[in-house]
């Protein structure tokens, strides 16, 4: 068993008078040991690692992308999820560096807290709850689309359009649900997962051999650089939404038996699996019907193209698919954002009480509240591509730093830096990661990077107002 | 005097179990490890239970630990904020070395003592469990055995003979301890009735069939339906033992 020392510490207070909650004294395979015996059992395992991973992601980029992505690419919509494939893998690897040297809970705020200093730390840790939230919206919206596409299915019209009520039911659900104490949640999300690899994995295989001309009509008609170059890298700073999920497995990494094998196989694994099944997805939808008519379907395109492969009960099941996947990834992200706001509030970033558990069911009420009402506003507004985007800058901001913690630690080189697993090609691999992270954003709508750099200004000066004493910055310890 | 055997005791600590009544007295010769557990839903992170609950958790331990003490046990305790207390009391077995876990009920005290034998195997760690606890104080102790189909009196006879010599050998007066032996029934069901009359229990794990699996532990059981205090032995840790 590794028995890892722990060697960063935390000094100040904020302004509530707050400090905050001391670091542990050692990390084990099993448990996260404090002072005098206390101990905080890990019990998730590769496969739980694998499915929170996944289950964030496979939604997104199949079931709300393809439509929105093939109109502003064309085919090469394709070229823009291995890109944005690729920056998630090239992130991934330095977070699962730092994770295995830090395999506490709190993620890439973590890092960056302790590896960059306060200031950074507040930027990026408010800036992780609030990109949850905006993700969280983004996926609601999704599901309201879905949800929406149900009902025409089962003919029962409306007279206005539901995707938003829809989207704000199942946000307000989602929360009471997760402060009502469900059991067994991860189960479940274990298993939703389990079902949509299967049936996506029967989907895309019938269509690939479609698309190739094994059966029906083999055609990939259009040039794959239909609407040009530049909109491959906007397309793929739109969809990059759809990879936030690896992140959300070093926001429990304190929870993850045996950290230093499961974190990166979990991280890396779950980037791998999605991609994958992004690039295919896109390729068999654009060669189903053309990237323009695709375009015109908009959010619920891949119904469409079940549809047109195997009829109605096609459109079902990718219907049901649909939703399950949409649901599944924004009940993920509203924890993560709950984990988020209890990290902060470790750390006297936010009030402790925000930390609070509820007596009666023992969930963290204060903080599942601050992640799902956000959540309902941003649903409100009903802007799927400005959401997305958002979520996607925020996050971006994040990894690009991330990226840069792993480079400085490396340098710096302080005794509890002791990572087991050690990313090949330092400092390139980062490097490149760092900068196209960074990149990325550049390629974004200017209303979603001006609404992102608000969120970081903000961030700051709450920063400087609350908690301008408290430092989280990783001393060397002797 | 013997070595202390290690006991595992187990408790839900902020959920209102205690150590009952007896419970002391009867590991008065033991090195009890305390083990308070406090088990969390998903939605909270466990360090977020930590920050709330440690105080008030480790002031009831603090009681607890003073009474074992009190009685004459060493103690060590440990405090682990878990999702799956199965997992955490598995670990601390391991990592502490137990040769009992204690599933706690109200008892006595502890005069006379059922110890179930099952077979050959394992009844070195079982003798050094009942010797250690009992083997200097006055508590008798009887040892009971339901032969299975095609064993003779003559093999049980053997059997139980071998585990009162080891029993002696370990310092327990021969005097004290009694055989039993029951025939053509269910050996939980026996076991329950037979326990009916006495303090405590002592047996042995059972090994992990697809039975238990599907149904529990048959030592759970019996602590279910046995209204005392049930000690269940833990089967040699296996070497090299790689999980996952």
């Known amino acids: 068993m590794s028995d890892q020392r722990v060697g960063v510490g935390t000094s100040g207070r904020n302004v509530a008078g707050e400090a905050p909650a001391e670091e542990p004294d050692a990390v084990t395979d099993d448990a996260t040991v404090h002072d005098d015996d206390v101990e905080l059992e890990r019990t998730i395992g590769l496969v739980g690692g694998l499915a929170i991973g996944i289950g964030t992601m496979i939604g997104a980029g199949i079931f709300v992308f393809p439509g929105l992505a093939a109109a502003n690419a064309g085919p090469a919509a394709a070229l823009s999820f291995a890109i944005g494939g690729v920056i998630a893998l090239l992130v991934a690897l330095p977070t699962s560096e730092l994770a295995t040297a830090m395999p506490r809970s709190g993620g890439g705020y973590y890092f ?42 089962v003919g029962v019209a409306l007279s206005f359009d539901p995707v938003v009520a829809i989207g704000l039911l199942f946000g307000a659900g989602l929360t009471a649900l997760s402060i009502g104490g469900t059991e067994n949640t991860a189960k479940l999300q274990n298993g939703v997962v389990g079902v949509l690899l299967v049936v996506l994995t029967g989907f895309l295989s019938y269509g690939v051999l479609d698309a190739v001309g094994v059966f029906g009509g083999g055609a990939v008609p259009e040039t794959f650089f239909s609407r040009g170059h530049f909109p491959v890298l906007t397309t793929a700073a739109l969809v990059f939404t759809s990879y936030l999920g690896f992140a959300q497995v070093a926001t429990v990494a304190g929870e993850i038996k045996r950290p230093s094998r499961n974190l990166p196989l979990a991280m890396v694994g779950s980037v791998l699996v999605v991609a994958a099944f992004y690039v295919v997805t896109i390729f068999v939808a654009t060669s189903a019907f053309g990237a323009d008519r695709l375009g015109r379907f908009g959010e619920t395109a891949m119904v469409e193209v079940a549809r047109e492969f195997l009829g109605l009960p096609g459109a079902i099941a990718i219907l049901g698919a649909g939703l399950l996947a949409t649901f599944s990834s924004a009940n993920a992200s509203i924890l993560s954002a709950s984990r988020a706001v209890y990290a902060l509030s470790r750390d006297a970033l936010l009030p402790r009480r925000a930390s609070e558990i509820n007596l009666r069911y023992g969930t963290p009420h204060v903080a599942l509240l601050a992640a799902g009402g956000p959540i309902l506003v941003l649903v409100a507004t009903g802007q799927v591509e400005l959401l997305a985007e958002v979520a996607s800058f925020l996050h971006l901001i994040m990894y690009g730093l991330i990226c840069v913690v792993m480079i400085v630690l490396r340098r710096r080189d302080p005794t509890w830096y002791a990572p087991s697993y050690r990313v090949p090609g330092y400092p390139v691999v980062p490097g490149v990661g760092a900068l196209a992270s960074f990149g990325l954003i550049a390629f974004m709508q200017p209303a979603s990077i001006g609404v992102g750099v608000a969120v970081m200004i903000t961030s700051y000066l709450w920063y400087r107002y609350y908690a301008a004493d408290v430092t989280l910055k990783g001393a060397v310890r002797q | ?210 039975a238990t699996f599907v149904f529990g532990m048959p030592a759970d059981k019996v602590a279910e339906r046995f209204l005392g205090p049930v000690l269940v032995v833990q089967r040699e840790p296996a070497t090299g033992d790689d999980e996952r």
């Open chain 1, 112 to 153: 960056i807290s302790r590896g960059m200093g306060t200031a950074y730390g507040a930027i990026v840790g408010l800036g992780l709850w609030l990109g949850l939230v905006f993700a969280s919206a983004f996926y609601l919206v999704g599901l309201g689309h879905y949800a929406t596409a149900v009902l025409a299915e």
């Open chain 2, 1 to 210: 005097m013997t070595d202390r055997p290690s006991i595992l005791v187990p408790i839900r600590v902020l959920e209102g179990e205690s150590i009952p009544e007896g419970v002391p007295e009867l590991l008065a010769n033991a090195h009890v490890v305390l083990l308070g557990y406090h088990v969390i839903p998903e939605q909270t992170a466990p360090g977020q239970a930590r920050m709330q609950f440690e105080e008030r958790a480790n002031q009831r331990l603090d009681e607890y630990e003073a009474m074992l003490a009190e009685a004459g046990a060493t103690t060590e305790r440990r405090l682990v904020f878990t999702r799956d207390g199965g997992k955490t009391i598995d670990r601390t077995i391991r990592e502490e070395d137990c040769l009992a876990v204690l599933v706690p009920n109200a008892t006595g005290p502890p005069e006379d003592v059922l110890v179930a034998v099952r077979g050959a195997v394992g009844v070195d760690r079982l003798a050094r469990v009942v010797a250690g606890l009992f083997g200097d104080t006055d508590a008798s102790v009887t040892l009971y055995h339901v032969a299975g189909e095609g064993e003779t009196d003559d093999d049980v006879r053997t059997l139980l003979d071998g585990v009162v010599a080891r029993l002696t050998d370990l310092g327990t007066d021969a005097s004290a301890i009694e055989t039993r032996i029951e025939h053509d029934r269910g050996a939980l069901d026996a076991i329950v009735d037979a326990a009916d009359p006495f303090d405590a229990v002592v047996m042995g794990e059972s090994d992990p069939s697809l």
